[in-house]
């Protein structure tokens, strides 16, 4: 995997055989986005059953439990995440010989990785349709190829949209405190011949009041059946500038960031540390001492959002009626 915290003033690969440093990976955000992280514990699980000695069926599957555990403990917010990793569980329980287990869930992780792709650039097509010629549009945080195993899922509707040969712009956004904005989704758009600008956060506000932008795409780590989204910090205010510019704001998530069960009260906001906040790198850009608030996610409420966008299409409110839909579409 490409190691995000390098970017973008490096491109590096790292390698990693024991699932101990995918969990690392994961938690650090050297991999990041939750299309990424389902997969990245998928394969987490993979190499722990391969580097498991047990003998019997039950010892292996008590080995990927404690890796399970470990691996899934590390991102409480993004759904896909415990995704990947009960897909992994649910294949290893079907097989009968350890060998044949090891066997089922490489495969299986193998096949995950595949079809993200496949599911991005379906979705992305799906999204292309609510983007015209000229459009100028703005993205939070990053959900592009780096954020997925590849294409990506809000930039994969960016892609779809060019290379259905629309013109378009892209504003991007710098995503404190991590900069995931500033140094991935810009690095990405500019890497492949994007007309695209970097905007502070504190210019969202501006920049639509302004008409610089004219629709919203963001991706997702969570979306209830209710259309309750949690993305990365700061979606929320830019759903809400958003909606008082009347400028059309979307969504682009797999289903399998979906989470039919929870409702806004169950999930947890994951707390990240106040560094992050305090200093930029090794330099100290706040006083010692102080209470830091951190969170790294928020909750944007349906009545904010124009529509999702699937690989089974795209949901339009009311989403608690079109969100069942698009599951029922995919059988």
């Known amino acids: 995997m490409i190691d995000q915290t390098k970017l973008p003033t490096e491109l590096l690969y790292v390698k990693y055989t024991d699932y101990n440093d995918v ?33 019997t069926k039950e ?17 409480p917010t993004a759904v896909n995440l415990s995704w990947g990793l009960e897909q992994i569980m649910n294949v290893a329980n079907k097989g009968n010989t350890v060998q044949e287990i090891k066997d089922l869930i490489v495969t299986t992780a193998k096949q995950m990785a595949e079809d993200d792709i496949k599911i991005n650039m379906t979705m992305g097509k799906n999204g292309s349709e609510l983007f015209s010629n000229n459009d100028t549009i703005m993205t939070h945080c990053n959900a592009g190829s ?9 930039l994969g509707v960016i892609r779809a949209t060019k290379e259905s040969g629309k013109n378009i712009k892209v504003i991007a956004t710098e995503t404190r405190p ?20 970097l905007i502070p956060d504190t210019a969202v506000g ?15 780590d969570r979306v209830l059946r209710t259309g309750h989204v949690y993305n990365k910090i700061g979606t929320y205010q830019v759903a809400l500038m958003a909606k008082q510019h009347g400028i059309p704001f979307y ?19 994951e707390q990240r540390k ?31 959002i124009s529509g999702i966008i699937t690989e ?19 059988k």
Not at 24 to 45: D, E, H, Q, T, W
Not at 178 to 197: C, I, N, P, Y
Not at 206 to 220: E, I, P, Q
Request: charged letters at 20%; hydrophobic letters at 45%; aromatic letters at 6%.
């Open 23 to 55: 969990a690392y990976a994961i938690k650090n955000l050297i991999v990041r986005g939750a299309p990424a992280i389902g997969v990245s514990g998928a394969f987490g699980l993979a190499l722990a059953a391969l580097q498991s000695n047990a003998t």
């Open 59 to 75: 010892q292996l599957l008590a080995d990927l439990e404690k890796a399970r555990k470990i691996l899934h403990d590390t991102r």
């Open 146 to 154: 780096l954020a997925t195993v590849a294409y990506g899922t809000a």
């Open 178 to 197: 991590v900069q995931q904005g500033s140094r991935l989704t810009a690095f990405e758009l500019k890497h492949d011949g994007f007309d695209v600008s």
């Open 206 to 220: 501006y920049s639509m009041a302004n008409k610089l932008v004219n629709k919203v795409v963001v991706g997702a």
């Open 251 to 269: 969504v682009a998530a797999p289903l399998s960031t979906f989470d039919m069960k929870s409702t806004p009260d169950d999930v947890i906001i």
């Open 274 to 304: 106040g560094t992050e906040v305090t200093q930029i790198g090794d330099r100290k850009t706040a006083p010692d001492g102080i209470h830091v608030i951190n969170p790294a996610f928020d909750m944007t409420p349906p009545e904010l």
């Open 312 to 330: 089974a299409g795209v949901a339009k409110p009311p989403f608690d009626e079109t969100i069942p839909k698009l599951f029922e579409a995919k």
